[in-house]
């Protein structure tokens, strides 16, 4: 009976010890799959990073080229982001997996991915104030060259307004009142086609409460300053 009771009590330790091999293999294996999952995350995590850095960096282009090449670099950021926020939404699906077969690291695996969505989230608010304020800029830049164009084509006239000709006799002053006539005519069609659009953008800028307000008002105001005198100097010509 002796005999009996110690091999029955070598048997259960027998037992007890496979069942804590085999327990101690089982947390191996969740330790070794929930640092395969970290891995992707902080590959993830580390791709956030370096992308938050660049999106905070304030150059939007000081040239209408300079933006354009920024946006388009952007629009190139914008698909590589897509393909990220697929990955990390199957690192979410996975941590979800490894929770519910009941990894030890469970409550670990939940809050990475928690941390991994809320960088996520935090990335794609600063892409898109980087979007924003690339168009913004663009729409400004746009605003600048316009006007620098109306204002050039303001100064080309401003010559012949200030002409001291007004002719030798009958025939040459009608010929100089016909060129008036054309002149003035010319004034009417840029009114439409540049004075016009550039007011009209002018007022989307300031409706969209853009950050260069006062510039653009300024510039504006300049303009238009200027065209006035030119009608003013036309009219007092003819």
């Excluded at 007890?16 to 995350?41: C, I, M, P, W």
């Excluded at 990390?88 to 979800?96: F, M, Q, R, V």
Aim: with cysteine.
């Amino acid at each position: 009976p002796e005999i009996e009771q110690r091999l029955k009590a070598l048997n259960q330790a027998w037992a007890e010890l496979k069942q804590l091999a085999a327990n101690r293999g089982q947390k191996l294996d969740e330790s070794l799959t929930y640092q395969q999952f970290l891995a992707t995350v902080e590959e993830e995590e580390a791709w956030i990073s370096e992308k938050q850095q660049l999106l905070s960096v304030e150059d939007y282009g000081d040239t209408m080229a300079a933006v354009q090449g920024l946006l388009k670099k952007h629009d190139a950021f914008e698909t590589d982001f897509q393909a990220h926020r697929n990955r990390c939404s199957d690192i979410g699906d996975a941590g979800k997996n490894l929770i519910s077969e009941g990894n030890h690291h469970g409550d670990s695996i939940s809050q990475r991915c928690q941390q991994l969505q809320s960088k996520l989230a935090h990335l794609d608010q600063l892409a898109a104030r980087r979007k924003a304020k690339l168009v913004d800029n663009s729409a400004y830049l746009q605003f600048m060259w316009k006007a620098d164009v109306v204002e050039s084509w303001i100064a080309d006239k401003e010559t012949h307004v200030k002409s001291e000709d007004f002719g030798r006799d009958l025939s040459s002053v009608q010929t100089l009142l016909t060129k008036q006539e054309t002149f003035d005519a010319g004034l009417t069609a840029f009114e439409h086609e540049g004075i016009q659009n550039i007011t009209a953008l002018k007022d989307q800028l300031i409706a969209a409460n853009h950050d260069q307000q006062k510039t653009i008002l300024d510039r504006h105001r300049t303009v238009i300053e200027r065209w006035q005198k030119l009608l003013g100097d036309s009219d007092a010509r003819k």
